[in-house]
């Protein structure tokens, strides 16, 4: 059961990193569109 449990909080870590790195992405993405809109 401890091995189980143990994967399935690997898991949760996994998808939290995850998260973190898509909304990391996205607000990469918002400040480059910002820049655009600046340029333009």
Known sequence: VSE???SMHDLCI????D???VHMGMKRG???LD???HIA
Not at 14 to 17: A, D, V
């Open 4 to 6: 189980i449990s143990l």
């Open 14 to 17: 996994e998808q939290m990193m």
């Open 19 to 21: 998260l973190r790195a």
């Open 30 to 32: 918002n400040e480059l």
């Open 35 to 37: 820049e655009l809109d």
